[in-house]
T-cell receptor, first 113, second 115 residues
Framework: AQSVTQLDSQVPVFEEAPVELRCNYSSSVSVYLFWYVQYPNQGLQLLLKYLSGSTLVKGINGFEAEFNKSQTSFHLRKPSVHISDTAEYFCAVSEGGTNKLIFGTGTLLAVQP | SAVISQKPSRDICQRGTSLTIQCQVDSQVTMMFWYRQQPGQSLTLIATANQGSEATYESGFVIDKFPISRPNLTFSTLTVSNMSPEDSSIYLC????????????FGEGSRLTVL
């Protein structure tokens, strides 16, 4: 069975600092990987996804993530965060060929001035 | 892309009652799903809403408690039956227009509080 682990429930960071949100997954088959963002009182929005090909994936709002098969990780990074990046970030996995997503527990990115 | 509208956006319900949540997509989609997000927790998949047939439920969820309909390609309903305070959650409708690996679009959710 698939599972997703987000090790950090909350990540405080100062504005313009870099940030990395960690995500590890487990699966016995090939997977697709996703990062979603949920702003306060809003629905989820796709940041980026990895299906195949280049392991470095660029998304919206300056975020990027790197797929590491040997470490079963898909960490999300941004070189310089803004106050507006404050939100809950969810990592998700689906087994190749399906659309069912299994979500991690989420990481609250709290950007401070 | 797909824009998903859910009604109601929030409601306060009494224990023992049932509530139906509606989900409307602005374009035809291949698959629709219902998720639950309990306070302070992540999203848990309840079921896949299948057009014209019974929904496919995940472990821990049953049709008697969460009956789901999907009469066409753009509309689905989720009923939360015989509610208890433990059912207080945000219920999210999602849909995709693609095959495996396609983006999953989400509604803004229906926040239910059961007293």
């Amino acid at each position: 069975a698939q599972s997703v682990t987000q090790l950090d429930s909350q990540v405080p960071v100062f504005e313009e600092a870099p940030v990395e949100l960690r995500c590890n997954y487990s699966s016995s088959v090939s997977v697709y990987l996703f990062w979603y963002v949920q702003y306060p009182n809003q629905g989820l929005q796709l940041l980026l996804k990895y299906l195949s090909g280049s392991t470095l994936v660029k998304g919206i709002n300056g975020f990027e993530a790197e797929f590491n098969k040997s470490q079963t990780s898909f960490h999300l990074r941004k070189p310089s965060v803004h106050i507006s990046d404050t939100a809950e970030y969810f990592c998700a996995v689906s087994e190749g060929g399906t659309n069912k997503l299994i979500f991690g527990t989420g990481t609250l990115l709290a950007v401070q001035p | 892309s797909a824009v998903i509208s859910q009604k109601p956006s929030r409601d306060i319900c009494q224990r023992g009652t049932s509530l139906t949540i509606q989900c409307q997509v602005d374009s035809q989609v291949t698959m629709m799903f219902w998720y639950r997000q309990q306070p302070g927790q992540s999203l848990t998949l309840i079921a896949t809403a299948n057009q014209g047939s019974e929904a496919t439920y995940e472990s821990g969820f049953v049709i008697d408690k969460f009956p789901i309909s999907r009469p066409n390609l753009t509309f689905s309903t989720l009923t939360v039956s015989n509610m208890s305070p433990e059912d207080s959650s945000i219920y999210l409708c999602s849909a995709t227009t693609g095959v495996g690996g396609g983006e999953l679009f989400f509604g803004e959710g229906s926040r239910l509080t059961v007293l």
